[in-house]
């Protein structure tokens, strides 16, 4: 059974960058058909897809957070981070990852608990 | 990009009723198609994948149907269990993917 578990500050400053890391056990992080997704919800409103990394390396941003966004991936530790710079009020909210796999439809089985970030002074 | 509309955006039921909920995109996606439901504090559960495949140990009361650009999500015998918030997805330009806004269920 896959498990994620998001780590990482509950409250960071506005202007600073937001850094969280989701570690992955109980299966591979390097299947070639899985993807692996940070994804985000505000309190009290709906879900907000972040971006998708694979084990490759390759990335894909919510175009509307795509300037300040960078997703990574290290393998041997079976991590992948989120850093969102510059973050506002704005950027307060629960944080989840999850792996995003399925062919050829895809779909998110396995999910992070969730992290509340909030930005604040 | 694909956007995802939900509706209801909230509704009321009582146990036993049969509730339908609706999700359009904005343009066809296939059956590219999940549906999940959230709990207050909890991490969206996956319910259905695919359109109309139920997750494996999910009540055979929820339902999905559709494709191109419509699709229901259909709770048959509502139980006290089944509020919560539930999302449509699309993963049609997977990896990347999309939500709908939400549609909140209250037990009455």
């Known amino acids: 059974q896959l498990q994620l578990q998001e780590s990482g500050p509950g409250l960071v400053k506005p202007s600073e960058t937001l850094s969280l890391t989701c570690t992955v056990s109980?299966?591979?992080?390097?299947?070639?058909?899985?993807?692996w997704v940070w994804i985000r919800q505000p309190p009290g409103k709906g879900l907000e897809w972040i971006g998708s990394i694979h084990y490759s390396g390759s990335t894909y941003y919510n175009p509307s957070l795509n300037s300040r966004v960078t997703i990574s991936v290290d393998t041997s530790k079976k991590q992948f981070s989120l850093k969102l710079r510059s973050v506002t009020a704005t950027d307060t909210a629960a944080y989840y990852c999850?792996?995003?796999?399925?062919?050829?439809?895809?779909?998110?089985?396995?999910w992070g608990q969730g992290t509340l970030v909030t930005v604040s002074s | 990009d694909v956007q995802m509309t939900q509706s209801p955006s909230s509704l009321s039921a009582s146990v036993g009723d049969r509730v339908t909920i609706t999700c359009r995109a904005s343009?066809?996606?296939?059956?590219?198609l999940n549906w999940y439901q959230q709990k207050p504090g909890k991490a969206p559960k996956l319910l259905i994948y695919a359109a109309s495949s139920l997750q494996s140990g999910v009540p055979s009361r929820f339902s999905g149907r559709g494709s191109g650009t419509d699709f229901t999500l259909t709770i048959t015998n509502l139980q006290p269990e089944d509020f919560g918030i539930y999302y449509c997805q699309q993963t049609y330009s997977s990896p990347r993917c999309t939500f709908g806004q939400g549609t909140k269920l209250d037990i009455k």
């Open positions: 109980g299966g591979s992080i390097s299947r070639s058909s899985d993807y």
């Open positions: 999850a792996g995003l796999r399925g062919v050829p439809i895809a779909f998110i089985e396995f």
């Open positions: 343009q066809s996606i296939s059956t590219y």
